[in-house]
């Protein structure tokens, strides 16, 4: 970036704000309840640009009406960039209006589509709106992507404290959203922060997930992405693996499964691909043989877990306590580390994990050991997909505190992939994941 450049950004900032009050008087300003990170600050709606608003010329002067200039409407906002638009006008249509520049913010003010959306879109070339539109010029234009994404990751707000509601069509209260105050980090990492946007929503086109706003994508995508996992779509298939049924015989001759019902015929539930198995739970792993011990034979500094500490279904620790901090008095399970700890206790809130250390846990949680090469993360994606917590719902019993029974568990069916796709696939979830996660951290 030439010096000319660092100049100008350097004294649009200033124009903003940014940068020119400590952390807290910036938060009062305003009028926001939660911290930015160092280096970001709070700023208006309004002080970003200068806003226009537009007209609709003459309908009855077709010297007005051409091909010459796009004309944005209601119906033109349905896509992030303005391309293009259905009605025109000629260059003396639009002598009348405000010629606006490309970058320009456009939103929709006035219109029934404002019951339940925030139409806004960039302009990417000189273009004039009509009057249920405004538009923001903004004073660095390099940061409309930033704002669109802010206008849109807010648009629930916006809806429920910016709008008004008329007798024939919706409309913004115009004075009161020009103060809506916008998170502002410095440009280079606006583009960071757009660049994962864009990634996320690259990964929801490829995985077929349709994403109607950016608080629901991250739990929607990790949804997809399991399916697709535990059905052998995610990653392809290697013709130089093992099959499945190879380790399934290995793991018949050297444990004894526990299933009653293993003699009958297995009905799978979806289709899988052809190197892989259809096994119970209890023919690959020791569900139900859980080894216990007593409160006072735990040694105080023990990790022991309780359910509380595990967040639902991201399986991520909330907290690490010992014994010694807990006092507990009943007997616990004990788990040693790379075990698959599953609640069997209310599955529908997909508390799994997989141990990172030894430790004890609450009977209500079952530490699961893999028999040979089956992976332990991979099982724990499948005990944490739809599909399993759909069997555990149809299985559960109890009103309050619904369980499933360790019978129902040992049957239910896996979908077993070679070893060396496990670990592909494990590796493949936690690169898309880590995407996800990213964004929710923004």
């Known amino acids: 970036m030439d010096t000319c450049r660092q100049i100008s950004y350097r004294a649009a900032y200033e124009k903003l704000g940014v940068g020119c009050c400590n952390a807290e ?47 944005v409407t209601s119906k033109d906002m349905k896509s992030k960039y303005i391309n293009d638009t259905i009605l025109k006008l000629t260059q003396l249509g639009a002598a009348e209006l405000t010629m606006l520049k490309p970058n320009s913010i456009i939103m929709c003010t006035r219109s029934g589509i404002l019951r ?21 010029t903004l004073y660095i234009p390099e940061m409309a992507e930033y704002i669109y994404d802010v ?22 209260i115009w004075n009161k959203f020009t103060e809506i105050p916008i998170p502002m980090p410095p440009l280079p990492e606006q583009r960071r922060i757009i660049a994962k ?52 015989k290995r793991i018949a001759t050297s444990h004894k499964s526990p299933c009653k019902n293993q003699s009958e015929p297995i009905h799978p539930p979806f289709e899988i ?19 216990s011990i007593d409160a006072k034979a735990i040694s105080p500094d023990t990790w022991s877990l309780d359910l509380e500490e595990i967040e639902k279904d991201t399986g991520r620790l909330l907290a690490r306590r010992t014994a010694a901090e807990k006092k ?14 599953y609640s069997k206790l209310r599955t ?18 079952v530490p699961i050991s893999v028999f040979d090469e089956v992976i332990p993360e991979y099982l724990c994606l499948v005990l944490t997909s739809q599909y399993f917590l759909q069997y555990t719902a149809a299985r559960g019993y109890g009103v309050k505190m619904p369980r499933v029974g360790t019978n129902d568990m040992r049957s239910a069916l896996i979908p077993l992939p070679p070893s060396n796709e496990q670990k592909r696939i494990v590796k493949r979830v936690e690169e898309l994941k880590a995407t996800t996660r990213t964004l929710v951290t923004f």
């Open 25 to 71: 008087a910036q938060r009062r300003r305003a009028d926001v309840s939660f911290d930015l990170p160092q280096g970001w600050a709070w700023v208006r709606l309004r002080d970003l640009g200068t806003f226009t608003g537009g007209h609709t010329p003459s309908t009855s002067n077709r010297d007005l009406w051409g091909d010459e200039v796009l004309w």
């Open 116 to 136: 339940r959306t925030f139409p806004v879109a960039i302009a990417t070339q000189h273009l004039t709106i009509n009057q249920d539109q405004r538009a923001l």
């Open 151 to 172: 206008l849109k990751a807010f648009e629930s707000v916006i809806l429920a404290h910016y709008k008004k509601a008329g007798t024939t069509v919706e409309s913004i």
């Open 197 to 248: 946007i864009e990634e996320l929503f690259a990964i929801a086109d490829s995985l077929g997930v349709a994403v109607d706003g950016l608080e629901n994508a991250a739990k929607r995508l990790d949804k997809k992405i399991l399916d697709l996992a535990i059905r052998g779509k995610l990653v392809p298939q290697d013709p130089d693996d093992e099959p499945a049924s190879e380790l399934v």
């Open 273 to 291: 691909p052809g190197s892989w198995e259809w096994v119970m739970l209890g023919t690959i792993t020791n569900y139900g043989q859980c080894k």
């Open 328 to 341: 507990s008095s009943s007997s616990k399970h004990i788990f040693c580390r790379g075990m698959v700890l």
């Open 348 to 365: 529908y809130l997909n508390k799994v994990l997989v141990a990172d250390m030894d430790g004890v846990c609450t009977s209500e949680i």
